[in-house]
């Protein structure tokens, strides 16, 4: 068939045809009437071919005319954008690994937009799908994702690995300019240090998640974070950065994670500070992080911090008796993740019967839940420790993970408490590992 004189490609074997005659395929091969599958498979080899033949404008057009007849091309511009939102949110691209690269988000967009002219048009008219800048992009995508925002808010992640597709400057110099927009921000660095640490302390009135990482961690006084301003901010995750405890920006938090940090050490009352400060809290995590404390001798009659929303507690390499200055003044009845690993305690006061009471007796209903929800657990206990692992097949459901340094005659009843006549039957199981020196 002559594609300069086509006629106007409307159903599925005229298309099909052409196709199969621009791929030098025989249409006769063809048994069953094509599908949308088939051809869909086959406008794919037409579009991937390597090395285009000089008939391939024109075949492109045919293409361009099919796809726009389709009814998928008939759909609206303001609910293709929608669908595109919804199946490709941009802030869940905005990770650092496999399908939550910035990069796998672009390719997306990119061949959404090649379904028809109509989608094109329609993805590249909505500024909210745009936005997404990173040294993992190269500059041209950068370059057209911020022209393309309009003024939406922007996703900047900048990390400078040597392997970047993009420069740290390269993208600082871009983004910058529109510090005001920033929504999102990564940074993970070795360099430019003093042009991240103007950046960090300048106000940040549009900011709501900030991911900040120091590659090699630095002696440097505490940063304080935005000058204190940044009345938006939701979400924070800092690690081997010193910072200022007090800041202003940790409140009304959604999310707290501090991990690896050791040359600016937080105390269990600047943590409860937070706490109390963000009751709207859903995740709190702090791993490998010094956390002062004093030592508890009597109940405190600290006002205690209801927190109805934190779901995940995760405190991974804290002394235990910072965890016992912290643990016993938070109540979070709908929590269903729990991980607790904490280091021994140093000083020869410390009541392992009374930390498990103050510290974890407010979790019984958790534990028991939990407990009973899933299939057999192993607990270890040796002299100097107890390990407890309660979960199911999926990290969605509720669990819990105990490392405790506590000896096994305080570990025993502890765990025993759990074993009573208030789970169904039959009874949990549990395979107990014990060791003794």
Not at 35 to 62: G, H, W, Y
Not at 82 to 88: E, N, P, Q, S, W
Not at 183 to 194: E, G, K, M, N, Y
Request: aromatic share 8%; charged share 20%; with cysteine.
């Amino acid at each position: 068939m002559d594609l300069a004189n086509k006629p106007l490609v409307t159903d599925y074997t005229t298309f099909h045809q052409l196709c199969a005659e621009y791929l030098d395929q025989s249409p006769s091969a063809l048994v069953n009437s094509p599908t949308q599958e088939s051809i869909t498979v086959l406008r794919d080899k037409v579009l991937n071919e390597p090395t285009p033949r000089s008939s391939a404008a024109k075949m492109f057009a045919v293409i361009d005319q099919w796809n726009a007849a389709q009814p998928i091309s008939k759909l609206p511009p303001e609910l293709i954008a929608h669908i595109v939102a919804l199946g490709f949110p941009i802030t869940h691209h905005f990770g650092d690994r496999g399908e939550c690269l910035p990069y796998f988000y672009m390719e997306a967009i990119g061949s959404l937009a090649t379904i028809s002219r109509t989608w094109r048009n329609a993805l590249i008219g909505t500024p909210s799908l745009w936005g997404l800048l990173s040294t993992e992009l190269q500059p041209h995508k950068n370059r057209i994702s911020l022209e393309r925002s309009g003024t939406c808010p922007l996703m900047v992640a900048v990390i400078s690995w040597e392997d970047g597709l993009s420069s740290a400057d390269e993208l600082l110099d871009l983004a910058l300019p529109h510090w005001n927009r920033w929504s999102h921000v990564r940074l993970t660095w070795i360099a430019p240090r003093d042009r991240i640490i103007k950046l960090l302390t300048s106000a940040a009135p549009q900011l709501k998640t900030l991911d900040f990482e120091e590659y090699k961690m630095a002696d440097s006084k505490p940063i304080d974070l935005f000058g204190g301003y940044a009345p938006g901010l939701r979400d924070i995750r800092v690690s081997t950065v010193s910072v200022r405890w007090d800041s202003e920006v940790f409140r009304d938090l959604r999310k707290l994670r501090l991990e690896r940090i050791y040359n600016n050490s937080i105390s269990a009352d600047q943590v409860l500070a937070i706490l109390s400060a963000s009751p709207l809290l859903e995740l709190l995590s702090i791993v490998g992080v010094k956390v002062g404390f004093t030592p508890l001798l009597t109940p405190s009659t600290r006002t205690l911090i209801q927190l109805l929303h934190l779901n995940s507690i995760r405190l991974n390499g804290v002394c235990i008796g910072a965890v016992g200055n912290i643990l016993p003044f938070i109540r979070a009845p709908n929590c269903d993740s729990f991980e607790l690993f904490a280091s021994p305690e140093s000083h020869d006061l410390f009541d392992a019967a009374d930390f498990l009471d103050r510290s974890l007796g407010h979790f019984d209903a958790f534990i028991r839940s939990t407990f009973a929800l899933h299939g057999p657990s192993q607990p270890y206990l040796d002299d100097e420790r107890v390990l407890w692992t309660c979960e199911g097949p999926t990290s969605d459901t509720p669990h819990f993970t105990f490392l405790i340094p506590i000896n096994m005659n305080t570990s025993i009843p502890w765990i025993s408490q759990f074993l009573g006549s208030e789970l169904p039957k039959p009874a949990h199981e549990l395979d107990v590992t014990m060791k003794t020196s």
